[in-house]
């Protein structure tokens, strides 16, 4: 593939609710430029884009993918994002490196809740957003009814440059509002072009106005001319919904069918009139080392500055870096400065991606996007830049993961194999969160809902050969005490020879919330050696460590030792350590052990009319509503405090809740006493499991 210059590059972005037909838009678009000599479907799970196996086995896409269309003399590098929300890392990180959006709807379906997800996260980046209603040609297709829920979802921006021509099985072309022309389809990617019949002026014309109007309420100037004489000329509309786009004031709509193919070539040959190339989008703003905001513009010979928007494995030639330059240029074997990890990068040969397959290219240059393999350093949201200038683009911003599985190989041995395949799965994907915690003594993996978890752990058995077994994440409990106890530790084994000899006795008692732990000395006359006090401190922190009813560490308690024996020979640190967790086990069990769980303050934004069902559903799980606020855009924050067990799959909760249109965080806020009938559960498991581990 030849190189193309920023004039003649268009970046775009494919985006909209799962099943809408992002990928077959794809691979209409590849085979009607002549890219393709035969169309894939996702049935048969052969199309260009979607070539992982996990997107073969389940129908969808689990990952962002490109491919590079060229037509009329313009490239277009288009991006698929996955339209699932478990998946909206991708389509997140993705953003930066398009310059306009396609939102692609399904006139058999309508707006789902992903289409609205990425119409907000396109707005936010003032991103361009045309929308292409595909699947006119299935059963239940209704143009209508999708038009009238775009306008109800985004407003009177929405502004449809065509209608179709017949509907479901009839669908035949489209009707072009801006030439008054039909085109029409039969069997072949190119139209026929012909002129409106009175049946298509009987329901195009009071549509063709309505364009008009939305084109001269888009721009002031135009305004004026509207008022003055009722209508606008076809050029002012053109230039009108050109300008529109790219101020992200007017969002044009465009009809066809991606399977059959019906009206992909006038897609694309819009996007090569009106989109706009990456000169159109102006400068991009970088942070420079001192924290300073400059700008960059779109110069072959400008200083290098790139993007890192897409890290991925490949079985043949491995760690695989998309990127998208902003300035400057790209050339194999040459070194680029990574700015985000203060590295350099060697870089060797440089391809353009088209799903899984590469074409080499001779570089990449300002407003391009290209790839390099086997990069040491570099990660999704990187920046390359010069090294004697540095710049960072702004971080992508990725929603927190709060799905928990823990995880661990099904083969002792593994153990590596695991550690490595979660760092690379970490480095392709950053919504995903690996953590050990020190509490629970567990790995977890956290993600955005349970079909993002499943694909991860496939891939660990696919690309890592890794099996593992997976359950919900421990909660965190603590143990505490409530009353006060006295006892003796007492380890004595005296059989002849050297033995063992160790008596402590100690007073436990409660501490206030979040006090730690506090041991006190209260030794005299030498009753316990001095070298032996530390050891007896030792044994009742490792069992508090450990826990002593329910397997999770003790807090809040103060222990003091105020008396002891010791034998001259047989005594010892070992000896006088199991004495002090003797003893801390028979106090606890005159104190009254508490369980305490962890509560987290948590923040729901939702659609006001979802608000009274998340919190009478928050109430139900123990929550405690803290206020709630209006924040614009018909949404309210809901604020709780809410015990942790009860939200651990809140995702999934919320997102059938709400239809998939309220968003959450959480953060640990402090520790409560966990009712007494559930800490009673938690330790009946507790010991449960530990009779069951006897027994192996």
């Known amino acids: 593939m030849r190189s193309y210059e920023a004039k003649d590059i268009r970046n775009v972005l494919l985006v909209g609710h799962g099943g809408a037909g992002k990928t077959s838009l794809l691979e209409a678009m590849l085979f009607t430029s002549g890219a393709l000599t035969r169309m894939g479907t996702t049935e048969d799970g052969n199309t260009t884009s979607d070539h992982d196996p996990d997107e073969q086995r389940k129908g969808i896409s689990v990952s962002l993918s490109m491919a590079p269309v060229e037509w009329n003399g313009v490239k277009i590098n288009v991006l698929d994002a996955p339209g699932y929300a478990d998946f909206i890392g991708d ?29 907000e996260l396109a707005a936010e980046h003032r991103l361009p957003r045309a929308i292409f209603v595909n699947k006119l040609d299935r059963e239940r297709a209704n143009w209508d009814q999708t038009l009238a829920q775009l306008v109800s979802s985004f407003g009177t921006q929405v502004a449809p440059l065509e209608l179709p021509i017949g509907q479901e099985h009839d669908f035949a072309g489209v009707a072009d509002l801006l030439t008054q022309k039909t085109f029409r389809y039969a069997g072949e990617p190119s139209a026929q072009q012909g002129e409106w019949d009175e049946s298509i002026h009987t329901a ?107 890290t991925l494995s490949d079985p043949f030639v491995g760690h695989i870096t998309m990127f998208r330059v902003f300035s400057g240029k790209i050339r194999p074997d040459s070194t680029l400065h990574n700015a985000t990890q203060g590295t350099d990068e060697r870089v060797g040969q440089l391809f353009s991606l088209r799903g899984k397959e590469h074409e080499t290219v001779a570089e990449v240059g300002a407003g391009d996007i290209g790839a390099v393999a086997k990069l040491a350093h570099a990660h999704t949201g990187d920046t390359f830049s010069t090294k004697d200038s540095p710049v960072q683009l702004p971080a992508i911003e990725l929603p927190e993961p709060l799905l928990a599985y823990a995880i661990a190989p099904k083969t002792k041995g593994d153990e590596d194999k695991l550690s490595t395949g979660l760092a690379r799965l970490r480095e392709e994907d950053p919504a995903l969160r690996v953590v050990r915690s020190e509490e ?65 006795t100690i007073e436990l008692e409660p501490l206030p919330r979040g006090e730690g732990f506090v041991f006190e000395d209260k030794i005299f006359g030498g009753a316990i050696p001095q070298q032996y ?116 799959r809140y995702v999934i909760d919320l997102r059938s809740m709400t239809g998939g249109r309220g968003a959450f965080s959480m953060r640990l806020s402090h520790y409560e006493d966990l009712p007494q009938h559930l800490a009673q559960k938690v330790i009946d498991e507790y010991q449960k499991s530990r009779e069951e581990a006897k027994k192996k």
């Not at 389509?91 to 119409?119: F, K, N, Y």
């Not at 790995?443 to 099996?467: C, D, P, S, W």
Request: proline fraction near 4%; aromatic fraction near 4%; charge should be negative.
């Open 91 to 119: 389509l997140r990180a993705a953003i930066p490196a398009a310059d306009a959006a396609i939102v692609v709807v399904s006139a058999v379906d309508g707006v789902g809740v992903q289409t609205e997800v990425a119409w």
């Open 440 to 504: 629970t003594h567990e790995t977890v993996m956290y993600g955005m809902g349970e079909a993002h978890l499943e694909v991860q752990i496939e891939r660990l058995r696919r690309k890592f050969g890794v099996e593992v077994q997976t359950q919900p994440a421990k909660i965190a409990y603590r143990e505490t005490v409530k009353g006060k106890g006295k006892a003796v530790g007492r380890h004595v084994k005296q059989t002849g020879g050297h033995g063992q000899y160790a008596v402590c």
């Open 204 to 310: 195009a014309d009071s549509a063709r106005e309505k364009l008009i109007e939305a084109v001269a309420e888009s721009d002031d100037a135009l305004i004026e001319t509207y008022l003055e004489s009722g209508t606008l000329d076809e050029d002012l509309i053109v230039r009108g919904v050109k300008a529109g786009f790219a101020d992200a004031k007017l969002a044009p709509v465009m009809a066809g069918a991606a399977t059959s193919p019906i009206g992909i070539d006038r897609l694309l040959t819009f996007i090569a009139e009106e989109f706009p190339s990456p000169l159109d989008r102006g400068p991009v703003e970088v942070i420079a080392k001192d924290g300073s905001t400059v700008e960059r513009a779109s110069d072959a010979n400008g200083p290098t500055t790139a993007f890192v928007f897409k």
């Open 533 to 648: 006090i530390p050891s007896v401190e030792k044994g009742i922190v490792k069992t508090m460590s450990e826990g002593v009813v329910s397997g999770n560490p003790m807090v809040d308690v103060k222990v003091t030792l105020v008396d002891g024996k010791f034998h001259p020979v047989d005594s010892s640190d070992i000896a006088f350590q199991i004495a002090g967790s003797l003893a801390l086990k028979e106090a606890v069990e005159q104190a009254v052990v508490a369980i305490l769980e962890p509560i987290v303050a948590i923040e729901v934004v939702v659609p006001e009319s979802f608000t009274g069902d998340v919190m009478g559903d928050l109430n139900a799980k123990r929550g405690k509503i803290q206020g709630m606020e209006q924040i614009g855009g018909g949404k309210q924050r809901v604020r709780a405090l809410v015990p942790q067990a009860e939200v651990a």
